[in-house]
């Protein structure tokens, strides 16, 4: 791919060509930015059990996961056994071992091999490649992420996060209730996309926009991401962000926090909601909500309210561009200078050589 398909010049640059959307090489190659850097794995709190599968991770990196936990250290295995390669665990259990169910192969929470039957007469076993791979692992203000084979680390990677919105980011508390997993017709990088411009909000969000004061949304690029801020419209709820914030004394509706490639965190004054765009197949999607509440009063209100509403009205126009791509007659187009920094920048990424 070319460095330069995307020219760095937002003022000249033309947008991705539609075969980036429909093709499935590009599709395969564009997996392996998942592989390469941190994936959300959920809070802490989230994993009541010694063991857990993590089948969103499974489908995002076709590598199936658990995760253990022996009260002592927390570590991503892989969770396939060494033997015949059966996936082994497919529900949470405290029982703080893995067996197979296929030929009876045991494994500690730390990985280690620790009894199969019938290999007492196996010579030079067991030996390393016995026990399970364990993944990359890190926390972030509760969060657990994992990662296949990261070159940064997570900490440097959410840096901006941290310094521009630390303060708010203690006491998040997990609700099930709010999860939503949604299936999508549409390729994961046009949802991304539609994600990383305001532009669409004022056609796509009414109600949204009301929320929104009129000349208040601004994106700021960083190396692993984007971050979007709406200012709220007048009598809207919004943040109060402390004297040391870059940002106190503005009316923040939201923070749209993007980390590359795939995940978004939508910081509102009632707390977090999480989204995790899982490719499914070149042209279908799934995305998944978690949400971490810490002002239950304040849900329902402002830029953060009716958020399945506004997730619809998404859907509608990324499943639409998903057509639009696969059309004869669209190749490609031309960003808006004011307002499509962020897509230009993921663009940029994703098509850069690293
Ligand atoms: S495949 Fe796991 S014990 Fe045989
Ligand atoms: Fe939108």
């Known amino acids: 791919m070319s460095e330069e398909l995307v020219n760095a010049d937002i003022r000249l640059a033309k947008t991705l060509p539609s075969e980036f959307y429909t093709d499935e090489v590009h599709f395969e190659s564009q997996r392996n930015a998942f592989r ?3 994936q959300f794995m959920g809070a802490s709190s989230q994993f009541m059990s010694a063991v857990s599968p993590l089948p969103h991770l499974d489908a995002l990196l076709s590598e199936p996961l658990v995760r253990t936990n022996d009260g002592d250290e927390v570590r991503v295995l892989s969770n396939v056994c060494t033997h015949r390669g059966m996936v082994m665990c497919h529900e949470e259990t405290d029982k703080k071992t893995l067996q197979c169910p296929y030929h009876g192969r045991t494994f500690g929470c730390d990985g280690r091999m620790k009894h199969m039957p019938g290999f007492e007469e196996a010579l030079n076993f067991p030996t390393a490649a016995d026990h399970l791979p364990v993944f990359h692992h890190a926390k972030w203000n509760g969060f657990e992420f994992m990662t296949v084979d990261a070159k940064v680390d997570l900490d440097a ?8 919105i630390g303060w708010f980011l203690d006491g998040l508390q997990y609700d099930a209730s709010r999860d939503r997993d ?7 990088m046009l949802y991304v996309d539609n994600y990383l411009e305001g532009f669409h909000i004022p056609f796509v969000h009414p109600e949204l926009n009301d929320a929104l004061a009129n000349d208040g949304y601004a994106t700021e690029c960083f190396e692993h991401g984007v971050l979007q801020i709406g200012l709220a419209a007048d009598g809207e709820v919004c943040f109060d962000p402390p004297e040391d914030s870059p940002d106190h004394g503005k009316n923040i509706a939201a923070y749209y926090w993007w980390i590359y490639p795939n995940m978004m965190f939508n910081v509102y004054p009632w707390g977090v909601s999480v989204n995790i765009v899982v490719p499914t197949s070149v042209e279908t999607t799934r995305v998944l909500f978690r949400s971490y509440v810490k002002r239950a009063d304040l849900l329902g209100q402002g830029a953060g309210a009716e ?5 619809l009205q998404d859907q509608f126009v990324v499943e639409n561009c998903m057509k639009g791509m696969r059309s004869s007659a669209y190749e490609r187009g031309r960003y808006s200078p004011t307002h499509e920094q962020g897509v230009h920048h993921f663009h940029r990424m994703m098509t850069s050589l690293k």
């Open 36 to 38: 390469t850097t941190w």
């Open 157 to 164: 990677v959410l840096q901006p996060v941290h310094d521009r």
């Open 307 to 311: 958020l399945d509403k506004v997730e």
């Open 182 to 188: 949604w299936d999508i017709a549409a390729h994961w």
